[in-house]
């Protein structure tokens, strides 16, 4: 079996936000690969933002996967964890209430992401 991993952002009960690496089983299917289980969802949406995207703590609007196409972040916790993700890398946010996170591009580029609404 392999896995595909990607990171949690999540607040706890006291507001605060944290990571979180998780790995999601993927089963092989032959010829076409490794697949996971399907996920139910509700919505899809594609992103630009300018190169000089710095926002500031904000939480979640919806519990959502981030696919990131191009470019390089850097995510802080409320607790001052940074950690940087560039293409290629998903995150799933759920951190819809407490302190939030802050998301700032890292390259002098557009960033191009799709977000995925559960």
């Known amino acids: 079996?392999?896995?595909?991993k990607l990171t949690r952002v999540y607040a706890n009960e006291a507001g605060d936000s944290y990571f979180e690496d998780?790995?999601?089983p993927l089963y092989s299917k032959g010829p076409i690969g490794y697949l996971s289980e399907n996920f139910e969802v509700k919505d899809l949406?594609?992103?630009k933002v300018s190169p000089e995207y710095d926002y500031d703590f904000h939480t979640a609007p919806a519990r959502q996967y981030i696919?990131?196409?191009?470019?390089?972040?850097e995510i802080e916790t409320s607790l001052g964890e940074k950690r940087i993700f560039g293409a290629g890398d998903v995150l799933?946010?759920?951190?819809t209430n407490g302190k939030g996170h802050r998301?700032?591009?890292?390259?002098?580029?557009?960033?191009k992401s799709i977000f995925v609404t559960i």
């Open 92 to 95: 799933f946010v759920e951190d």
């Open 103 to 111: 998301t700032k591009n890292l390259q002098a580029q557009e960033r």
């Open 45 to 47: 949406s594609f992103r």
């Open 67 to 73: 696919i990131l196409l191009d470019g390089e972040i």
């Open 1 to 4: 079996m392999e896995n595909f």
């Open 22 to 24: 998780v790995e999601v």
